[in-house]
């Protein structure tokens, strides 16, 4: 493991201890699970902008005019109204 010092303003201090006493975890642990979180998430962005690049919108145009236009399976509607 590696440790990290870094600066916090106070308020927001407050809350992440807040926070770590309710769900019963350490503060150490809520930011490690909350900086994981956020990497993930920007690496998630990244990963589908580079997709989008390699994508074409008239490909998928194309892809789509194959799907049928009719209306859905009553189950498929059933699960829409959920």
């Avoid at 769900?23 to 989008?52: C, F, P, R």
């Amino acid at each position: 493991m590696t440790n990290l010092s870094v600066q916090l303003p106070e308020s927001l201090y407050k809350q992440i201890e807040a926070l770590a006493v309710k769900e019963n975890i350490s503060i150490e642990q809520l930011v490690a699970i909350a900086l994981s979180a956020q990497v993930s998430a920007w690496m998630t962005k990244d990963y589908l902008e580079e997709k989008a690049k390699r994508g074409s919108w008239e490909r998928f145009q194309q892809v789509l005019s194959k799907v049928p236009d009719v209306e859905p399976e009553e189950y498929d509607k059933q699960l829409m109204d959920s």
